[in-house]
């Protein structure tokens, strides 16, 4: 049985449809992340979990119990809000035994149970200090012990590392996929990082226009993306205009490419589309290669023009053109390269990739 | 560098000049509350007179603890309902609302006098110490609900909902983390409140009826003999009292006064 269940939920705001019709179960003990742009629902949806907004339609059901109209205060769940939220005018002691004051435990209990949440998040000598008197990763972890304090059966993270520094932030990522493992707790995590949501989440439920555009594990949202926007919004994506000229056997699509190119690619929904159908082919920049020659006889080649580049360090992403008209990006690594760069401004290259590490995703 | 400190001089100079014009009239009244002459022409020599003088009027000091009593019931009630008004309207922001509440503080208080006087005539209400009290609130109520409305401004509103979440029920988030958190705007506010009951005339004098008197009210009346050195005193015990009040409110919120 899922711990959380969400069905066909939708939430309006004034006349804007927020949350649309959305549907998703999530698994005990998984870390499950929504991710989207900024107003696509995402932060709603978080919200109606925890009760601070009540949907217009749908069911909310946690563990087999209907709680869609439940009060906040009643739910087995805490959020950590995206500004922690830390009670300025309690001290970090108070702020974590806060939620065992409103669960009237008798102060002895308190004690020992705060005591511990404190060293579990190293922050014992802290214990009296008030909140503007921490730092940024400090507040933070104070917001974590007091929203694990009770041992909750859902933790609800609404953007909680938007606030701090890039490297704090990738230190963050490594300790609460450590804290989720430890603790055992199922994770709803909020964000519209696509690097924090890959590298922290068991899946991913990417959101755009209230909308879940596709539900899937990290690596097939992002080598398998389903729609436009998922390919689109999650890393590097040349999408080119395609048209399919014919379905053959084993899943294969013959499509034509931006109306010059034409190759076969494998799809496992071959069977959704029709021939004639029209739609864009996406292929991640890493999965095309670029040399001076000729050098892969299996792969779909094609001669091209070097546009531009941008050095990334460990890589750089070159711009070309095909006929003086198709852009075509490709992402190639610095690992064994000991010169600057590859190529030039006005090269002459050919570039090449494996028509079947791309998908066709429909209009 | 030269310049910015040629400009801050000056600065300093326009500055000192504001505040010696604003404050040259009640540093005179002050000294002379410490003249030793009946009349207020020329310095005598130090005493204290006037304030033993003014501590044995039992005429001013019943008008005294009526003001301190008005001031007192008015400002209480005031916060607890201006709080109220100020929540509201941070949480609800009707434009409409939120300059309406402002109006009290802006009307002429003649105007405010005059109207209320005739409110209370109209629905046949005795003029004394409840009229003047209900007068007080009508106009410090705005003052704290525009104080309680800044403070809640600068505040994080997932506080209320983080108190939800956590277990708190609506009146234990609202007790227990939102008074709290703005509780330095209700106290500035209630000060304010308080002073400015303390200090009112106009609509005090619009709405006393026969009977009931306060300081400033017994003051005018005194001041029909001359302007004695005793209402110097008088009018020196208040100023710090207003002084204090005021400086108390501002250290407890900043923004209000800014």
Redesign the interface.
Same mark, same amino acid.
Not at chain 2, 161 to 169: I, T, Y
């Given at each position: 049985m899922p711990i959380l269940e969400i069905q066909n939920v939708s939430k309006q705001f004034a006349d804007h449809l927020i949350v649309n019709n959305v549907s998703l179960s999530i698994e005990k003990g998984e870390f499950f992340t929504l991710l989207g742009p900024s107003g696509c629902g995402k932060t709603t949806l978080l !919200?109606m979990i @925890?009760?601070?907004n009540i949907p217009d339609s749908g069911k909310i059901i946690l563990e087999g119990q209907d709680i869609t109209t439940m &009060? &906040?205060?009643d739910r087995p769940l805490?959020?950590i809000?995206?500004?922690y @939220?830390l009670? &300025?005018?309690m001290t970090v002691f108070e702020n974590v035994a806060?939620?065992l004051k409103? @669960?009237n435990w008798d102060k002895a209990k308190i004690h020992l149970q705060v005591e511990e949440l404190l060293e579990d998040v190293q922050l014992t000598k802290f214990a009296k200090r008030y909140p503007h008197e921490l730092s940024g990763g400090q507040r933070q972890r104070v917001a974590i012990a !007091?929203?694990l304090v009770?041992r909750p059966k859902l933790l609800l993270l609404d953007e909680p590392l938007s606030a701090l520094d890039a490297s704090l932030r990738e230190h963050m990522h490594i300790e609460l996929v450590k804290l989720q493992e430890e603790t055992g707790i199922t994770f709803v995590y909020v964000t519209h990082d696509q690097h924090e949501a890959m590298a922290l989440s068991s899946r991913i439920a990417v959101m755009n226009f209230g909308e879940i555009e596709q539900l899937d594990l990290p690596q097939a949202v992002y080598t398998r993306p389903k729609t436009y926007f998922v390919a689109d919004f999650l890393g590097k994506c040349n999408l080119l205009p395609a048209e399919i000229l014919a379905k053959n056997d084993n899943n294969t699509l013959r499509l034509r490419v931006a109306n010059y190119l034409e190759f076969d690619t494998s799809q496992d929904n071959a069977d959704e589309f029709n021939v004639g159908q029209k739609g864009h082919f996406a292929i991640r920049p890493e999965k095309i290669n670029a040399n001076r020659q000729n050098q892969y006889d299996n792969l779909f080649s094609h001669s091209a023009k070097v546009k531009g580049y941008y050095y990334y360090g460990e890589s750089t992403l070159y711009e070309f053109l095909i006929n003086d008209e198709i852009k075509i990006q490709a992402m190639l690594s610095n690992s064994k390269n000991q010169t600057i760069k590859f190529f030039d401004e006005g090269d002459d290259v050919v570039i090449s990739f494996d028509p079947h590490a791309g998908d066709f995703l429909a209009e | 560098m030269q310049v910015s400190s040629k400009l801050s001089k000056r600065l300093i100079f326009s500055g000192s000049v504001g505040f010696l014009f604003l404050y040259i009239p009640l540093i005179i009244l002050i000294l002379y509350s410490f003249n030793d002459s009946r009349i207020n022409v020329g310095w005598v020599g130090f005493t204290l007179k006037w304030y033993k003088v003014l501590f044995s009027d039992k005429l001013l000091i019943d008008a005294a603890i009526h003001s301190l009593l008005i001031a007192l019931i008015a400002s209480i009630a005031s916060v607890i309902l201006g709080t109220l008004a100020g929540v509201a309207l941070h949480k609800y922001k009707i434009p409409f609302l939120s300059s309406l509440i402002m109006v009290p503080l802006a009307a002429p208080e003649l105007l405010v006098g005059v109207s209320l006087l005739l409110f209370f005539l109209l629905i046949n209400f005795t003029l004394g110490f409840a009229s003047i009290i209900l007068a007080h609130i009508a106009f410090c109520l705005s003052f704290v609900a525009i104080a309680v409305r800044t403070r809640m401004h600068g505040m994080?509103d997932? +506080?209320i909902? #983080? #108190?939800?979440? +956590?277990? #708190?029920?609506p009146a234990?988030a609202f007790f227990l983390?939102l008074i709290?958190?703005i +509780?330095p705007g209700i106290i500035a506010g209630g000060l304010m409140a308080f002073t400015l009951s303390l200090d009112d005339f106009v609509i005090t004098f619009f709405t006393a009826g026969v009977g009931a008197s306060t300081l400033p009210l017994a003051i005018y009346s005194m001041l029909k003999m001359g302007v004695t050195p005793e209402i110097n005193a008088a009018s020196t015990v208040i100023i710090l009292i207003t002084l204090t009040l005021t400086v108390t409110a501002s250290k407890l919120s900043p923004q209000l006064f800014k």
């Open positions: !919200r @925890a009760g601070l &009060p &906040p205060e805490h959020t809000f995206q500004s @939220a009670f &300025p005018h806060f939620p409103m @669960a !007091r929203s009770d | 994080d997932s +506080l909902d #983080a #108190a939800r979440d +956590l277990g #708190a029920s234990k983390i709290p958190v +509780l």
